[in-house]
């Protein structure tokens, strides 16, 4: 009985692993996201929709563009990211993508994006890791950035050095 019991159990959990899937990401050297995006903004969270795409949930994220380092955008864009709510009536189900960024209202990010053809938005480059957040401290406004770029960046310090790092991969020959 317990030999049934265990194989029952693991005939299961193998049938259910099959079901599920996963996506490995490779981590992106910071350079390598700046020459990979088409432009580079500061920008705020201003509202968020939820879409259903061929039965997977996307989040579009409209943002006001406060300051650009390159890249032409326009004063607003839209963001496409993995994830997002479906309502149906008073029942709201949430599809949660283990790594995709999250938005709050009101907030700045620091954003490396790439123009997605033809939709007229934008996506994150790595997926989540071109997102830097931007904070408000008793100093101004500070953007996240790694430690060994400097860590916590002055908005126009921020800027300043994502134009300087793409004009430098720009004259080595590094591909945009």
């Known amino acids: 009985m317990r030999k049934k019991w265990a194989i029952s159990i693991f005939s299961g959990a193998l ?3 099959s079901l599920s899937s996963a996506t490995t990401l490779i981590q992106q050297s910071f350079d390598d996201m700046v020459q990979s995006a088409s432009a ?31 890249g032409e955008v326009g004063e607003t ?3 496409r990211t993995a994830g997002g709510v479906k309502k149906r009536g008073k029942i709201s189900t ?3 993508v283990a790594g995709s960024p ?12 790439n123009e997605n053809n033809g939709t007229n938005d934008y996506s994150i480059v790595g997926f989540s890791q071109g997102v830097f957040n931007v904070v408000e401290t008793a100093q101004g406004a500070l953007v996240n950035m790694p430690e060994n770029l400097g860590g916590s960046l002055s908005v126009d310090e921020a800027v300043d050095m994502m134009s300087a ?4 991969g720009a004259t080595i020959g590094l591909p945009l």
């Open 15 to 17: 049938l259910m692993s």
């Open 40 to 70: 580079c903004v500061v920008a705020e969270k201003v509202s968020v929709e939820y879409l259903d795409v061929q039965g997977s949930m996307v989040t579009l994220t409209t943002f006001q563009v406060n300051d650009t380092a390159f």
């Open 77 to 79: 864009i839209v963001v």
């Open 94 to 96: 949430a599809e949660v």
């Open 102 to 113: 999250r938005f709050f209202d009101n907030s700045q990010s620091l954003l490396l994006l």
């Open 165 to 168: 790092r793409r004009s430098a």
